[in-house]
């Protein structure tokens, strides 16, 4: 892990971004208490809003009263059903 100023981030960021692509974690320091970690977003990475967040935690709960549910009673249930995803 490289940890850097954000001043220094700021001065080189495509450096430090092409770092990152190519594997390696960044730490970027603000002041003394702060601190960000900078991750590639990946195509599986699921970006949406609040509002969409909240909506669909909403439809789950729908479907759960519903009991569209997969119920699960050990281990091996859950290896199984892990293995058809």
Do not use: H, W
């Not at 320091?29 to 669909?56: H, N």
Request: net charge positive; glycine share 4%.
């Amino acid at each position: 892990m490289l940890i850097v100023s954000s001043r220094e981030f700021r001065e080189n960021q495509k450096s430090y971004l092409d770092k990152v692509d190519a594997g390696m974690e960044i730490l970027i320091q603000r002041g003394k208490k702060c601190s960000y970690k900078i991750v590639p977003v990946r195509d599986d990475d699921t970006l949406m809003s609040k509002d969409e967040f909240f909506a669909k935690i909403d439809r789950a709960l729908q479907e759960a009263k519903e009991g569209k549910v997969t119920k699960i009673k050990s281990k091996e249930e859950l290896i199984s059903f892990l293995d058809s995803l």
